[in-house]
């Protein structure tokens, strides 16, 4: 397959230092998003849950459907993950009663197995040309649970481990950055980097989403939730008129584009 057949189906965005800042901005909207609907709203994790998920399974339909790659559609999806992730964590952690180093665990194991069942049934996982219908709900289903595993790694790091919304954020930008060394000069397969790096601009975003909205006392800067939420939002937006949005190339070339079933 040529370059510009792997365009053409490719339905996913090539991965640029753009990709990722717009995917930890949408994380964060995510947070305070999330928040915003089960929190400020007063309507509850499960409910919040409830409509989040039910958008999210509109965009992802509409995802599959598309016959090219649609920037908009398939960042407002991810947005969708992102807060359907958010009230489902904390429906897990908090209403569930079964904490945030329960919920983590829980969660990671669904996500590792949400990737082995895809290697399984697909032969490899897939990370520059996601097309066909299958790989796109694994894709998908992939993502969200990452996005939920963020929302709980988040919590449990910056409360259970102490460190605060800021020392929390930190820590989960240093490891990026190592996960960036890691692409830039080893030869660590890029689609385990790859979600790597997914998973860890979550709770980055989670940390700064909570750091903006929470109130001074409990070590926020008291934005209040849906103002934060519109800010974000508008920069979304700005950004993918601005920055460069094209289909394919994933871990951006060369080896390690799959990981092959054994």
């Given at each position: 397959m040529n370059p510009s057949e792997r365009d053409i189906l490719s339905k996913v965005p090539a991965i640029t230092a753009g990709f990722w800042l717009i995917k930890i901005l949408a994380t964060t909207l995510?947070?305070?998003?999330?928040?915003?609907?089960?929190?400020?709203?007063?309507?509850?994790?499960?409910?919040?849950?409830?409509?989040?998920?039910?958008?999210?399974?509109?965009?992802?339909?509409?995802?599959?459907?598309?016959?090219?790659?649609?920037p908009f559609l398939y960042w407002a999806t991810i947005i969708a993950s992102t807060t359907a992730g958010t009230t489902l964590a904390d429906f897990a952690t908090r209403s569930l009663g079964i904490g945030y180093t329960g919920g983590s665990a829980l969660l990671l194991a669904a996500v590792l197995a949400s990737l082995f069942v895809w290697r399984r049934v697909e032969g490899e996982i897939q990370s520059d040309t996601v097309s066909s219908p299958r790989a796109e709900i694994f894709y998908w289903v992939t993502i969200t649970l990452s996005q939920t595993l963020g929302t709980a790694l988040g919590d449990w790091t910056a409360d259970t481990g102490g460190l605060g919304y800021l020392g929390a954020a930190a820590v989960f930008g240093a490891l990026l950055a190592v996960v960036a060394g890691l692409a830039l000069w080893t030869r660590v397969n890029r689609?385990?980097?790859?979600?790597?790096?997914?998973?860890?601009?979550?709770?980055?975003?989670?940390?700064?989403?909570?750091?903006?909205?929470?109130?001074?006392?409990?070590?926020?800067?008291?934005?209040?939730?849906p103002v934060a939420s519109a800010v974000l939002a508008v920069v979304i937006v700005g950004l993918i008129l601005l920055l460069p949005q094209r289909a394919g190339g994933h871990p951006g070339g060369g080896t390690g584009r799959t990981i092959p079933a054994v």
């Open positions: 995510g947070e305070t998003g999330g928040d915003t609907v089960s929190m400020s709203m007063g309507l509850g994790y499960l409910t919040g849950t409830a409509i989040f998920a039910t958008i999210l399974l509109v965009l992802v339909a509409a995802q599959i459907r598309a016959r090219r790659f649609h689609v385990l980097l790859f979600w790597a790096a997914f998973i860890l601009t979550r709770p980055l975003g989670a940390t700064v989403g909570d750091f903006l909205d929470k109130p001074l006392d409990h070590g926020g800067l008291a934005f209040g939730r």
